[in-house]
């Protein structure tokens, strides 16, 4: 059974960094790539970064430079580093394997100005 649970958000001044976290069990990391996504108020669900199997990374454009993604296959768990973080970076942020239609419950990132 799948199962993620995310965590480390918080309410940060613009500028502020967090790093939240992403627990993963029943998949490796190996054989699947992970993805964070966001869903700020009134706002679609956005891609925000992957990570493949291979360990190749992609970032949306907006965060590029601010964002880091990566993961510890020891502990099975990946990271979004946020730095750098604005206003419009408020958003719950989830994660999500490859190949799997599953969502944790999220972490809420709220950014002041």
């Known amino acids: 059974q799948v199962q993620l649970v995310e965590s480390g958000g918080g309410l940060v001044q613009a500028g502020g960094s967090l790093r939240l976290s992403c627990a993963a069990s029943g998949i490796s990391f190996s054989t699947n790539g992970m993805t964070w996504y966001r869903r700020a108020p009134g706002k679609q669900r956005e891609w925000v970064a992957t990570i493949t199997s291979g360990g190749s990374k992609n970032y949306v454009s907006s965060v590029k430079g601010r964002f880091t993604i990566s993961r510890d296959t020891a502990k099975n768990t990946v990271y979004l580093q946020v730095n750098s973080l604005k206003p419009e970076d408020t958003a719950v942020y989830y994660c999500?394997?490859?190949?799997?239609?599953?969502w944790g419950q999220g972490t809420q990132v709220t950014v002041s100005s």
């Open positions: 999500k394997p490859s190949g799997f239609e599953l």
